[in-house]
C-alpha cells in the first residue's frame, strides 16, 4: 500500500494553467505506474495521463498536447501539468499508483484535488 497525497487544485480561468502534484508515502514509488484520474458530477472516473516506472506516457484524448505528466521518483512525486485550461476540464482529479500483483492490478488512490475552470 502507498498513501497519495494531492495538492494543486483550484479556480483558474479558461486558458489558464495549473500544476498538480501527488506525494507517496513509501519507498519504492518508482516500480508504480502513476496516473491522473479526474470524474466530473454524474460522469464516470476517467483516465487522464499515466507514466510507467519506465517513463513511458499515455494520455486521454481531449489533454493530448495540453497536459504533461512527469515523475521524480527521488522525491517520490508525480506532477501533472495543466495548460490551455477548458471548462470541461473541470473535475476532482485524483492520483493513482498501481502495481500488477500477479493477478490483478493494486490500486492506490489519493483523497482528489478540485480543479475549477471558469468561462
Known amino acids: 500500500q502507498v498513501q497519495l497525497v494531492e495538492s494543486g487544485g483550484g479556480l483558474v480561468q479558461a486558458g489558464g494553467s495549473l500544476r498538480l502534484s501527488c506525494v507517496g508515502s513509501?519507498?519504492?514509488?518508482?516500480?508504480?505506474?502513476m496516473g491522473w484520474y479526474r470524474q466530473a458530477p454524474g460522469k464516470q472516473r476517467d483516465l487522464v495521463a499515466s507514466?510507467?516506472?519506465?517513463?513511458?506516457?499515455n494520455y486521454g484524448d481531449s489533454v493530448k498536447g495540453r497536459f504533461t505528466i512527469s515523475r521524480d521518483n527521488a522525491k517520490n512525486t508525480v506532477i501533472l501539468q495543466m495548460n490551455s485550461l477548458k471548462p470541461e476540464d473541470t473535475a476532482v482529479y485524483y492520483c493513482?499508483?498501481?502495481?500488477?500483483?500477479?493477478?490483478?492490478?493494486?490500486?492506490?488512490w489519493g483523497q482528489g484535488t478540485q480543479v475549477t475552470v471558469s468561462s
Open positions: 507514466i510507467t516506472s519506465g517513463g513511458f506516457t
Open positions: 493513482n499508483a498501481r502495481l500488477w500483483g500477479g493477478s490483478t492490478w493494486n490500486n492506490n
Open positions: 513509501r519507498s519504492g514509488f518508482n516500480v508504480y505506474t
